[in-house]
């Protein structure tokens, strides 16, 4: 069965240190992963995804996540955490396998202190 | 914890029929909903903010008449893909506000 886990419902760190956000899925199949951000009254904004090419994949605004098959994972990075980066934060697993289906984690609310 | 219910979870539909896709908040009620549209490999897209009591704010590039969002009430928005055709079929997914974001289960829709 399909289903992913973010492990933490909330992050804070201060601003210009490393950001990790943890994912954890399961699919049956070969996923597409996608991790997206969420500002407040905005909707979702593609920060990466994953679809079996490269298993380290850089996204948008320095992020980055790599693709741990042996770990079912799909953490999110960012070396150096900026104020405007504070949002919640979704890790999404996609299967196609003639039942297309979607499914989000809880979410990750990221907090940036000065 | 608020919990999102949208149906159907999947439909198929004649190429020129319309299709209904419901998504109503259980226990909380949302002002604002959001629709997305995802195809097989690809991100999701967004396609329109539903505003309760008010119309819905669509991105560019979506057909609103194709596309017709109602938020008829806190609990409750539509999306209705009118005329459907083929391309059409992709995966629907909705999202409302709570204390955090949640979303729905998706629709998958697949027009012949």
């Known amino acids: 069965a399909q289903s992913v886990t973010q492990l933490d419902s909330h992050v804070s760190v201060s601003e210009g240190t490393p950001v990790l956000l943890r994912c954890n899925y399961s699919?049956?199949?070969?996923?597409?992963l996608f991790w997206y951000v969420q500002h407040p009254n905005k909707g979702l904004q593609l920060l990466l995804k994953?679809?079996?090419?490269?298993?380290l994949v850089k996204g948008i605004n320095g992020f980055e996540a790599e693709f741990k098959k042996s770990e079912t994972s799909f953490h999110l990075t960012k070396p150096s955490a900026h104020m405007s980066d504070a949002a919640e934060y979704f890790c999404v697993v996609s299967e196609d396998t003639g039942g297309f289906k979607t499914i989000f984690g809880a979410g990750t609310r990221l907090f940036v202190k000065a | 914890g608020a919990v999102v219910s949208q149906h159907p979870s999947w439909v198929i539909c004649k190429s020129g029929t319309s299709v209904k896709i419901e998504c109503r908040s259980l226990?909380?009620?949302?002002?604002?909903m959001f629709w997305y549209r995802q195809f097989p490999k690809q991100s999701l897209m967004l396609m329109a903010t539903s505003n309760e009591g008010s119309k819905a704010t669509y991105e560019q590039g979506v057909e609103k008449d194709k596309f017709l969002i109602n938020h008829a009430s806190l609990t409750l928005s539509t999306l209705t893909v009118t005329s459907a055709h083929p391309e059409d079929s992709s995966f629907y997914i909705c999202s409302a506000r709570w204390a955090g974001y949640t979303f729905g289960s998706g629709t998958r829709l697949t027009v012949v």
């Open positions: 699919s049956s199949y070969s996923p597409s």
């Open positions: 226990d909380f009620q949302a002002t604002t």
């Open positions: 994953y679809t079996s090419a490269a298993t």
